[in-house]
């Protein structure tokens, strides 16, 4: 994956550790699915990468139990 210098600018001075393990959480996740070439997945890692307000966001609904549960109401659902 190839990112932006910026990008990689707010990933080295971050001070917060959970947004590196978020990131490496989903690195891992993909490679361990082999999706890590999926487009769909490929352009969600690469915008957490990229854009750091978007990975703050992802953290704040991690820690929102109540967010969760409805991510994976919906996750669950069969066609």
């Known amino acids: ?44 890692r690469k915008a957490m990468f990229e854009n750091k307000l978007l990975l703050l966001r992802i953290v704040e609904y991690m820690g929102d139990e109540i967010s969760m549960k409805e991510i994976d109401k919906i996750a669950n659902q069969t066609d």
């Open 1 to 44: 994956m190839i990112l932006t210098e910026q990008s990689w600018q707010w990933i080295d001075k971050t001070d917060n550790p959970l947004l590196i393990k978020v990131l490496l959480a989903k690195l891992i996740i993909d490679d361990t699915n082999a999706i890590k070439h999926v487009k769909s997945h490929s352009d969600i």
